[in-house]
């Protein structure tokens, strides 16, 4: 479902672009006239940005990353749903024949866990690997022998 919502969100991205002319001497006007040029567009602001060249895009505003807070510090309830996620990905990963892709299986499974509940993000892949020795050693352990990897935090960050 998320996906689905992610292509339409896209789509109508792309509809839109270039359907209605920017007024002269706004940010998109400028950063158009650029992309036509081949240059870069900079706002009048002071902040960099950069034209596309794509077609049917250019002079699109780039869409942002999420600003939720990450949190500095896991509560119980997170710690114990990243413990039975950890479990989960046990079973999961060993399904799969290669290492490399056991590797993406829960790469990717940790993205749409994470995405599922923003709750789930960390500070970094270092917390969830020291938050999974404390709490579930053993799931972490089974994890990295199935994916052949030291640390979560290397599994995630290479």
Same mark, same amino acid.
């Given at each position: 479902?998320? @996906?689905?919502?992610?292509?339409?969100m896209?789509?109508?991205?792309?509809?839109? /672009?270039?359907?209605?002319?920017?007024?002269?001497?706004?940010?998109?006007?400028?950063?158009?006239a650029?992309?036509?040029?081949?240059?870069?567009?900079?706002?009048?602001?002071?902040?960099?940005?950069?034209? /596309?060249? /794509?077609?049917?895009?250019?002079?699109?505003?780039?869409?942002?990353?999420?600003?939720?807070?990450?949190?500095?510090?896991?509560?119980?309830?997170?710690?114990?749903?990243?413990?039975?996620?950890?479990?989960?990905?046990?079973?999961?990963?060993?399904?799969?024949?290669?290492?490399?892709?056991? @590797?993406?299986?829960?790469?990717?499974?940790?993205s749409?866990?994470?995405?599922?509940?923003?709750?789930?993000?960390?500070?970094?892949?270092d917390?969830?690997?020291?938050l999974?020795?404390?709490?579930?050693?053993?799931? @972490?352990?089974?994890?990295?022998?199935?994916?052949?990897?030291?640390?979560?935090?290397?599994?995630?960050?290479?």
């Amino acid at each position: 479902m998320k @996906r689905f919502a992610v292509i339409v969100m896209l789509l109508g991205l792309c509809a839109c /672009s270039g359907s209605t002319p920017a007024p002269a001497g706004s940010t998109i006007a400028t950063a158009s006239a650029a992309a036509s040029a081949g240059g870069v567009a900079t706002p009048s602001g002071g902040g960099a940005a950069t034209a /596309s060249s /794509s077609p049917g895009v250019s002079g699109s505003p780039t869409p942002q990353a999420s600003t939720a807070p990450v949190p500095t510090t896991v509560t119980p309830v997170v710690a114990k749903e990243a413990c039975a996620f950890l479990s989960q990905q046990v079973s999961s990963v060993s399904a799969v024949k290669t290492t490399a892709k056991r @590797r993406t299986r829960f790469k990717l499974a940790y993205s749409d866990w994470v995405g599922e509940d923003f709750s789930h993000q960390l500070s970094s892949s270092d917390q969830l690997d020291t938050l999974a020795r404390a709490k579930c050693p053993k799931p @972490r352990t089974k994890l990295l022998a199935e994916l052949h990897g030291h640390s979560l935090a290397a599994l995630l960050k290479g």
